[in-house]
């Protein structure tokens, strides 16, 4: 398997464009054929769509005997869950553009019951392997973040196209507004490790400068606020590698969790000393 | 005729993922040990491939290049490297005359004597096309060979028709079932490539059919999902992979170049004036490939080998390049190399066959925070290792793993939240380290 045939060309696609030709090859195929082997098929499909498709790639060659044999995955998490019954529903409620009637469960287990609200989109955490929904909440006028396995009941709900389009325009301002820049400074005696340390960051929108008089690889990331967890824990896993140059917050949260791991083995940074005596 | 290589867009393309914006030209085409005037070409080419593949705005075309290929997340879920796979040069006359079968064979069944018509004197006959039978029958093998078309059945003279049962057989509403399917197993799955072309038909067949309704430009995608922390440049690396399979199938040796990520030159022209020879910075390997890995911690992949030499060999498909099947072994030595490999990483946190040791940690749980979290995620993460004791705000986790190199990272991500208990030199490693770490920020 070739994945440069020449039938998937650039210029052969454009061609046929707007002619409606359909074109996949046994690549693609025997790709589908391995997938539906995976449990998350039996959520995606009715039972009779998942008959055709097996009918139709009865022929077809499964990748699958190769990979099992010769591919190893590594570090990798376990796979909680990789489709939910609600992908289905709450996808054609924000392609169709339609409001949605929800309950769901809180922390401490209370649950909202019958929240009408417009959803946005579907969130896949490849950290979490979890499902959430990210929605508008018209009655607490605000942007949500709900886990799928959290909601109880999804209804569509009738929600004039004006609403609808606010409640869009809403989120999208505030994903902007949550937007946090940090630079983190790769320290030069590890610049062998450049590669390594720079696909850490490559799941971040960022830039990356390089001063050539000092050798210095600074990376400009931009991560939303509610995601500085996730980015403190990438810091933490990269260690001496990386020091946070610019962000206070961060600066701040590392200096804490540096002092209070080594106050785990029993030994005290100097402040922390003072502050034990005084 | 040698088979196209893609290796320098593959380098050059992971190059501008990973600095983004980090090196000008110069110091671009040195450490890919290309010139810059070949710096400027490639550019151009990918420049072009991108904006002919990818629909985008008149606004992000005129964005840099490494802008338009930069992560963006709440954007889009397009994979922006995917174009690399669309890179194969075609002569022009092919790639229409090929659009142009393809389409006729997408209205009906053709024989390849009505094709050749459809060429030469058809409506969109081109003079410049003119292919001769010998031409349509080479294509139609072809095609028929990468599975785009199917031979009808009957008798001589045979009829050609598009492969496209799968669209065929589904209706409107199963069709967008199959595309959320694809989206999300490709956007969840390794490998992803075959997933990621798939993707690509089944979403201009949905865009046809909501066109008429659509106006957000999710919905006209047909599509409303997002995947967070991807290393998305994954999908480079896949472009060996298939090789690697097809040489682990045939117990054959491989032959490449190899650039060790730590050397600062990823990429040298092959030089065919031998004028112009130089030392090119990598080094020709040969090596029987037994397993290829793909390391999710940092979204990289692997092939382990053996080579007759030096025994078990790790390399890093990011620096392959000039990668060719040689010659086969006996399925006996193979049989016994694999088993050999197949012990050593059975302990590997990642790829380490060091000796194995046990790791014991103590993880601290989050107060009185409803959501253990920090248990999920080493349950989640923790690979085979195993919870052997709780107590009230904490718990203790235990692993035998080679090596103490690859785990550490990941115990250290958890901050104040993991205490290694044993063995002592990682404990003690683990507090020099936190140690220069709080030196870094104590000026805060």
Redesign the interface.
Known sequence: ?????????????????N??????????????KL?LR?P??AA???AE?LT??H??LGE?QS?EL??E??????????E?Q??HPL??S???A????SGLTLSYKI???RVHERQLGV?Y?????????EWYL?WYNLRHRSFMRTKLANISLAEPADLAPERIKQA?AFIRGQ?DKRKEYAVIEVMPAYN??L??I???F?????????D?DNGV?KVNLGYLSDESE?V???I?????RV??AES?YL??R??E?????????G?L?P?QDEQASS | MA??S?DKEIQFLRML???????NRQ?FAERLGISVHTFDKTIRRLKE?AA??QQQTSEEQSKEFADAV?????DSADPRLL?L??????K?S???R??LL??AM?EKPQTALELLDLCCSGPTADAALFPDEKTIRSDLK??EE???VKREPGARPYRYR??????R??NDD?L???L???D??A?????S???Y??RD?LK??VR?Q?EANA??D??AA????????????RILD??H???L??A??NRSKVTFVYFS??TEQSYASKNTNPLFERDSGGKPQTALP???????????WYMLANNSREGIRKYRL?GMTQLAEGESVPEELFVEKRQELEQR?KH????DTGGAVKVRARF?NPGDQ??NFVR?RV???G?WGEIVEEEADSFIYEIIVNGTTEI???L?????S??VLAPRQL?EE??A??????A???S?
């Open positions: 398997m070739n994945p440069f045939e020449k039938i998937f060309n650039y210029q052969v696609i454009s061609r046929l464009e002619s409606g030709t359909f074109m996949v090859t046994s690549h693609e195929r025997s790709w589908l997938m995976h998350a098929a995606a499909f009715s769509t055709k498709l009918g139709i077809e990748l190769e990979l044999e010769h591919f190893v995955e590594k570090a990798r998490s376990l909680k990789v489709y992908l289905r709450l996808s054609r924000i392609i169709g553009g922390k401490n287990d959803p989109k579907m969130e896949y955490s490849m950290v979490k392997r990210l869009i994903l062998r490790e590669s390594r720079l696909y850490a490559s799941c971040f929108d960022k830039t990356v400068d390089y050539e690889y996730y403190l824990s990438k933490r896993f990269l260690g001496k020091r946070v206070d600066r701040k590392m200096l969790s540096s002092g209070k791991a080594l106050a785990r083995y030994v940074l402040d | 088979r196209e893609f993922v990973l600095t983004s914006g980090a090196y110091q491939i002919a593949t930069r992560y963006s997340y709440y174009f796979f669309r890179a194969k040069s075609l022009d092919e790639s229409q090929l659009a393809l389409a997408h072809y095609l990468v599975g785009v598009i492969q496209n049962d799968l669209v057989g589904l199963e967008l079932d199959l959320h399917f694809v999300v197993m956007n969840t799955q390794v490998p490539v075959q997933g072309l798939l038909q201009r067949s046809r909501t106006d957000e999710s919905a047909g599509l409303s999902f997002l995947y967070k922390y991807h290393y998305y440049s896949e472009a992979l298939f090789t399979l097809a682990i199938r990520p730590k037994i397993k290829v890995i793909y390391d999710h911690q940092y979204g990289r990011e990483i590997s946190w990642l790829i601290f409803s959501p999920e349950l989640l993460q690979q550490r990272p990941w250290r991500s958890f901050g104040s993991c205490e404990r683990m507090i380290e936190w140690k220069e770490i709080a870094y920020y104590e805060v």
